[in-house]
């Protein structure tokens, strides 16, 4: 639950809660390429035309992603950047998901690196925000 302070300013949710919304996302595409995984063996090979797609997409991601990054130490307030943070994970997550699908897909895993690639980049890109003090 966000804290309200004397000044009436929100902090946004404690850094433990953005912990696990970070964890949440980045492990919900580790686990569906676990999954595509085992069922990418039994599958005949598709056109590769969504691997070109799921790159194209993961490039074109890194524009808001850093977009929002130059724009977050601007921000005042904390549940300001931790809006953010949560807007450069849903890119980087959308990246790497669009990337395992484009693998279950397709057969060419190289064309799914970049969608990867991007969602480390976001979590990288957006760390946790520091609790305030007296949180």
């Not at 307030?77 to 897909?105: D, H, N, P, Q």
């Not at 060419?108 to 925000?129: C, D, N, R, T």
């Amino acid at each position: 639950m966000a804290d309200f302070d004397s000044s009436g300013s929100i902090h946004g949710p404690p850094a433990a809660t953005m912990q696990i919304i970070r964890a949440s996302m980045a492990v919900g595409v580790a686990m569906f390429a676990v999954v595509t995984a085992q069922v990418r063996e039994v599958r005949a090979d598709p056109p590769i035309q969504i691997g070109y797609i799921a790159a194209v997409f993961a490039v074109a991601m890194l524009v808001p992603i850093f977009f929002f990054r130059s724009r977050m130490e601007t921000l005042s307030t904390r549940s300001k950047r931790c809006t953010f943070s949560i807007i450069g994970w849903a890119l980087g997550e959308s990246a790497g998901m669009l990337a395992v699908v484009s693998y279950f897909l397709g057969n060419a895993l190289v064309w799914s690196l970049p969608g990867l690639l991007v969602l480390a980049v976001a979590l990288i890109a957006f760390p946790v925000p520091e609790n305030e003090p007296g949180m």
